[in-house]
């Protein structure tokens, strides 16, 4: 049996829309800065970035920022299609507007996907864990699976071989170095590592995790005159796989369809079981990612590295804040 949003009241459809809005809160963000804002008119829901909220250092072209807002726009794709509804999704859909992102219409109510279900369960549960993954291996069999959703998000996924692990851990380290050498770099990750806790942004150090040798090293997230929360621990990432998302160009709309891909791969992993970390120091300066175009043989522009294993330690990460919903999110009447 199929209905209609049209069966739906108008306060029930506002209703819908603004819970799919309030599902991608827990998406994850650049520096958590969630630069994202969502407005409920009718059946529409429209996604916006939120300029103020690009890191001008780090993040100078805004990559990054759509990136984000590509995954929010997944996180409440998957939760209005978990919850049985079909949607029209119009990317950039006003030239004039380059900040309005996505405009998602609701459409007719659909059978939803067991599959789409889990993803929507694990939003809440996926987190960024910074520690080392242990010895169990991630099966290509797994791989197979994040490439296949990656690409029905329209980018592709690059599996990094053991024989490029080093060049991905070097063109890091350089791009890391190159960004610890620049004081605005430095100035802005203190800034968005010590935030007040109203803000509801920001990455606490209680998440930074105490610098040691990794395969690939992982961002220093602890600001100045701070102690990281968590220790590496006990794994040295030997089973952890490291994946590129990438894709055919960079504007907008692509960046954005990335941040989507990203979504889909975090969210299938977290359902299996899998921990998840997102590396995009190399992204961010021009030479590391060169490097990083050359792993992919210059087929496409690499968007973002993730690194998927198994945890070591069952304790359980400490919070991480988000935004109000009444911050990000308005009803229009
Ligand atoms: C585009 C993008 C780039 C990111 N880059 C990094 C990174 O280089 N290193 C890192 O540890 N986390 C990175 N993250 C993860 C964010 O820091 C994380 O999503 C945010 O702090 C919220 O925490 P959570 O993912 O545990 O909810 C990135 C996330 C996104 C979306």
Excluded at 131 to 144: K, N, P
Excluded at 163 to 172: G, H
Excluded at 295 to 323: A, I, M, Q, T, W
Aim: with cysteine; hydrophobic share 40%; aromatic share 4%.
């Amino acid at each position: 049996m199929t209905a209609s949003p049209q069966r739906l009241t108008s306060s029930e459809t506002t209703a819908v829309l603004e819970a799919a809005a309030r599902a991608s809160l827990p998406a994850p963000s650049v520096f958590n800065t969630q630069p994202w804002h969502w407005r409920v008119t009718g059946d529409i829901l429209e996604l916006s970035s939120d300029p103020e909220r690009q890191l001008d250092a780090t993040d100078p072209d805004g990559r990054l920022l759509l990136i984000s807002c590509g995954a929010a726009l997944h996180h409440a794709r998957t939760a209005l299609a978990a919850a049985g509804y079909a949607v029209t999704v119009d990317r950039m859909p006003d030239p004039a507007h380059p900040e309005l992102l996505a405009r998602i219409q609701l459409g007719a109510a659909v059978p939803p996907n067991p599959e789409t279900q889990r993803m929507a369960a694990a939003i809440p549960r996926r987190r960024t864990d910074r520690r080392a993954f242990g010895d169990r291996q991630v099966s290509e069999a797994m791989i197979t699976r994040l490439r296949r959703l990656v690409e029905f998000e329209g980018a592709y996924l690059h599996e990094v071989p053991q024989d490029q692990v080093a060049m991905l851990a070097i063109a890091t380290e350089r791009a890391a170095g190159i960004e610890h050498d620049d004081p605005t770099y430095r100035a802005e990750l203190n800034r968005w590592t010590n935030r007040p806790q109203w803000r509801g942004d920001g990455v606490p150090p209680t998440t930074a995790v105490e610098p040691t040798p990794r395969r690939v090293a992982v961002r220093d997230f602890t600001p100045v005159g701070a102690t990281a929360g968590l220790s590496a621990g006990d794994g040295v990432d030997k089973g952890a796989a490291y994946v590129i998302v990438y894709g055919n160009g960079d504007q907008p709309t692509d960046l954005l369809r990335g941040g989507e891909a990203m979504s889909t791969l975090l969210l299938l992993a977290t359902a299996e079981g899998l921990a998840t970390a997102l590396l995009s120091e190399a992204v961010e300066v021009t030479w590391p990612r060169r490097l990083l175009r050359g792993l992919l043989s210059d087929l496409g522009e690499p968007y973002l590295v993730v690194r998927l294993g198994y945890p070591v330690s069952r304790v359980p990460l400490p919070p991480v804040p988000r935004r109000d919903a009444a911050e990000t999110i308005t009803t229009q009447g």
